[in-house]
C-alpha cells in the first residue's frame, strides 16, 4: 500500500499562488512506475479529477477549469508529484487529494485544504 502525504495547502488570495507537494514511501514498485493524480473536493460537491501525469511524466491531462493556471510534474527521484497552482479563484477551494495508481490499485492521500479568498 501506498503511503502519500500532501502538504503546501492554506489560504491565499484570489489571484495569488500555491504549490501542493505529494511525498510518496512504501511502495512496492518503483515510483515511477505510479501513475500520479490530484483531485479535489469542495463542500457538498463529489472529488473531481485535476490534473494527472504518467508514470513516465511525458504526459499530463487536466480539467478544463484549470487548464492554462495548474502544473502537474512529478520528480521520480525525490518520490514527490507537484501541483502549481496560479491565478487561483475563489471556485478552486477544496481539499485536494493525491492519488497513485498501478495494476489498477489506487492509493490516496490524506488531503490538504486550500482556501481561496475573494
Known amino acids: 500500500q501506498v503511503q502519500l502525504v500532501e502538504s503546501g495547502g492554506g489560504l491565499v488570495q484570489s489571484g495569488g499562488s500555491l504549490r501542493l507537494s505529494c511525498a510518496a514511501s512504501r511502495f512496492p514498485l518503483s515510483f515511477g512506475s505510479y501513475v500520479m493524480s490530484w483531485y479535489r473536493q469542495a463542500p457538498g460537491k463529489q472529488r473531481e479529477l485535476v490534473a494527472g501525469i504518467t508514470s513516465v511524466g511525458g504526459s499530463t491531462n487536466y480539467a478544463d477549469s484549470v487548464k492554462g493556471r495548474f502544473t502537474i510534474s512529478r520528480d521520480n527521484a525525490k518520490n514527490t508529484v507537484y501541483l502549481q497552482m496560479n491565478n487561483l479563484k475563489p471556485e478552486d477551494t477544496a481539499v485536494y487529494y493525491c492519488?497513485?495508481?498501478?495494476?489498477?490499485?489506487?492509493?490516496w492521500g490524506q488531503g490538504t485544504q486550500v482556501t481561496v479568498s475573494s
Open positions: 492519488k497513485a495508481r498501478a495494476r489498477a490499485l489506487d492509493s
